[in-house]
């Protein structure tokens, strides 16, 4: 066959193409003629937990939203006014006017509705706050995952990829053994605080279709968020698929009680479940004029010494909101986490935080900190069901 100049330029496009998904490029997904059709409808598998301890007492919020092929951009918006907490879709290579989404949500579990909504929208929970909950964009490796719904949290199996087999020569032979990676994510309704979560997996159940365990390896945190990635070692002849996969997840909740200091230039003291509280002023720093310092110093006082070590690690994981007078620009004050972490001496808990206050965001009349006072250890449950192996 001929090898025209038309044929090469095919050629040397195939080879660009190739390459480009070998590197994982980002698809420009704007240039697409017409609408994205919605993809089909999906749910999470949603557990009854009236049995549960802890999570029988809980309140999961709730949702109801109906409608049919609706541009991501205006189906952000319902979905926005319906959610509890206001959700936007913060970046993304898709045209928004162009991909279209369908949901039909009757008194749904807020979080499958949410996870429903990032399927349709092909995006990833990037933030969720109180006050915000921020959308982005998945690249075109990104599978949809599979969720799990246990009251007011979700799991989500994001898949399994298969490394190269081994052989256990160190261990004096053997058969060749291979290993595989699978990645988990945690997601809390947003009104919740969380002080520990996705450190680590126990699995109930986990076998392939023959009978065969699967063993797991220590687990390790991923790249980013809540992620989480367990490597397991697979059996010698492995099936192909998982019919169930069973476990838990422990989470660490934090059980809060406000500290209002109405004058962040000022000192504030306030006791609360024993323990003294004590805001120091708010401090330019000499090297910024948009970065200010405060710091927050616990004393356990009648706290229950027992419980004291433990809080000590939650307390820096408080939630702090500011008041502003005359925010301009839509820029808001914000509060980087305490690096480094603190350490605390005796009775004694110093947290040191850097406040944002760029130009446009007002000035700082208020300062609301959601002190945790207890810790509510909870295993939350999830299950999935055939899974493919890779």
Same mark, same amino acid.
């Given at each position: 066959?001929?090898?025209?100049?038309?044929?090469?330029?095919?050629?040397?496009?195939?080879?660009? #193409?190739?390459?480009?998904?070998?590197?994982?490029?980002?698809?420009?997904?704007?240039?697409?003629?017409?609408?994205?059709?919605?993809?089909?409808?999906?749910?999470?598998?949603?557990?009854?937990?009236?049995?549960?301890?802890?999570?029988?007492?809980?309140?999961?919020?709730?949702?109801?939203?109906?409608?049919?092929?609706?541009?991501?951009?205006?189906?952000?918006?319902?979905?926005?006014?319906?959610?509890?907490?206001?959700?936007?879709?913060?970046?993304?290579?898709?045209?928004?006017?162009?991909?279209?989404?369908?949901?039909?949500?009757?008194?749904?579990?807020?979080?499958?509705?949410?996870?429903?909504?990032?399927?349709?929208?092909?995006?990833?929970?990037?933030? +969720?706050?109180?006050?915000?909950?921020?959308?982005?964009?998945?690249?075109?490796?990104?599978?949809?995952? #599979?969720?799990?719904? +246990?009251?007011?949290?979700?799991?989500?199996?994001?898949?399994?990829?298969?490394?190269?087999?081994?052989?256990?020569?160190?261990?004096?032979?053997?058969?060749?053994?291979?290993?595989?990676?699978?990645?988990?994510?945690?997601?809390?309704?947003?009104?919740?605080?969380?002080?520990?979560?996705?450190?680590?997996?126990?699995?109930?159940?986990?076998?392939?279709?023959?009978?065969?365990?699967?063993?797991?390896?220590?687990?390790?945190?991923?790249?980013?968020?809540?992620?989480?990635?367990?490597?397991?070692?697979?059996?010698?002849?492995?099936?192909?698929?998982?019919?169930?996969?069973?476990?838990?997840?422990?989470?660490? #909740?934090?059980?809060?009680?406000?500290?209002?200091?109405?004058?962040?230039?000022?000192?504030?003291?306030?006791?609360?479940?024993?323990?003294?509280?004590?805001?120091?002023?708010?401090?330019?720093?000499?090297?910024?004029?948009?970065?200010?310092?405060?710091?927050?110093?616990?004393?356990?006082?009648?706290?229950?010494?027992?419980?004291?070590?433990?809080?000590?690690? +939650?307390?820096?994981? +408080?939630? #702090?909101?500011?008041?502003?007078?005359?925010?301009?620009?839509?820029?808001?004050?914000?509060?980087?986490?305490?690096?480094?972490?603190?350490?605390?001496?005796?009775?004694?808990?110093?947290?040191?935080?850097?406040?944002?206050?760029?130009?446009?965001?007002?000035?700082?009349?208020?300062?609301?900190?959601?002190?945790?006072?207890?810790?509510?250890?909870?295993?939350?449950?999830?299950?999935?069901?055939?899974?493919?192996?890779?």
């Amino acid at each position: 066959m001929k090898n025209d100049g038309k044929g090469r330029s095919i050629k040397r496009a195939a080879i660009i #193409l190739a390459a480009c998904i070998a590197a994982d490029c980002e698809w420009n997904h704007t240039r697409a003629q017409g609408p994205i059709p919605a993809p089909p409808a999906r749910s999470g598998n949603i557990l009854d937990v009236s049995a549960h301890p802890i999570l029988k007492t809980m309140q999961p919020s709730r949702i109801t939203l109906d409608f049919d092929n609706q541009p991501a951009r205006q189906a952000a918006s319902l979905f926005s006014a319906a959610s509890p907490v206001p959700v936007e879709i913060v970046r993304t290579a898709i045209d928004l006017d162009q991909q279209l989404a369908t949901l039909h949500l009757r008194d749904a579990l807020f979080l499958d509705g949410l996870l429903q909504f990032r399927h349709q929208t092909h995006t990833l929970i990037r933030q +969720a706050t109180p006050t915000m909950i921020s959308l982005g964009y998945a690249g075109p490796d990104d599978g949809v995952p #599979l969720w799990c719904v +246990a009251g007011p949290f979700a799991v989500t199996y994001q898949g399994m990829s298969r490394m190269i087999a081994f052989r256990g020569a160190s261990r004096g032979g053997g058969p060749p053994l291979s290993r595989a990676t699978m990645v988990f994510d945690f997601l809390a309704e947003p009104h919740l605080t969380i002080n520990r979560a996705m450190e680590t997996i126990k699995f109930e159940t986990l076998e392939d279709e023959k009978g065969q365990a699967i063993a797991v390896q220590p687990a390790s945190r991923g790249g980013a968020g809540r992620q989480l990635n367990v490597e397991v070692t697979l059996p010698e002849n492995p099936g192909r698929r998982i019919p169930l996969m069973k476990g838990t997840v422990p989470v660490t #909740l934090m059980v809060t009680e406000p500290v209002e200091s109405p004058d962040p230039m000022q000192q504030h003291v306030q006791v609360i479940k024993g323990m003294t509280v004590t805001v120091k002023p708010l401090v330019q720093q000499e090297t910024s004029p948009t970065f200010r310092r405060f710091s927050v110093n616990y004393y356990r006082g009648d706290y229950p010494a027992e419980k004291w070590k433990e809080m000590t690690d +939650a307390l820096p994981n +408080a939630r #702090l909101k500011f008041r502003a007078i005359n925010p301009t620009s839509g820029s808001t004050i914000g509060t980087f986490a305490p690096s480094p972490r603190p350490v605390p001496e005796g009775d004694n808990l110093l947290v040191n935080y850097t406040v944002s206050v760029p130009p446009g965001a007002g000035t700082p009349a208020g300062l609301t900190i959601d002190v945790p006072v207890e810790l509510q250890h909870i295993d939350v449950p999830f299950e999935f069901r055939d899974l493919i192996l890779p």
